[in-house]
Nanobody, 123 residues
């Protein structure tokens, strides 16, 4: 497993932008696919975006497609989530996660999780 620490959350107005970062330590970062998930109060944790080990393939939830961009820098052991055109419904705790499995588009594939960072979008 890898250890994951998210940062970059905060309070932003509707239409604003934030960039989340997730730094990994432990086993070889470049052998893991990475994902971002979010959980709003009273709701199930949901998939947001994922990226394969090399960064050559990405996958997004329909709700964020065209607004969010996932990327990674394997030299820095870091994955990013650039969030633009934020909406109040994007308010949630955002978690990054890692998986060595090939089915990285599935939430069930992820076995290493960070503690989360709060994103609040005011209307």
């Amino acid at each position: 497993q890898v250890q994951l620490v998210e940062s970059g959350g905060g309070l932003v107005q509707t239409g604003g932008s934030l960039r989340l970062s997730c730094e990994a330590s432990g086993r070889a970062f470049s052998s893991y696919a990475m994902g971002w998930f979010r959980q709003a109060p009273g709701k199930v944790r949901e998939f947001v975006a994922a990226i394969n080990w090399s960064g050559g393939f990405t996958y997004y939830a329909d709700s964020v497609k065209g607004r969010f961009t996932i990327s990674r820098d394997n030299a820095k052991n870091t994955v990013y989530l650039q969030m633009n055109s934020l909406k109040p419904e994007d308010t949630a705790v955002y978690f990054c996660a890692a998986t060595p499995r090939p089915d990285w588009k599935l939430k069930s594939a992820y076995d290493s999780w960070g503690q989360g960072t709060q994103v609040t979008v005011s209307s």
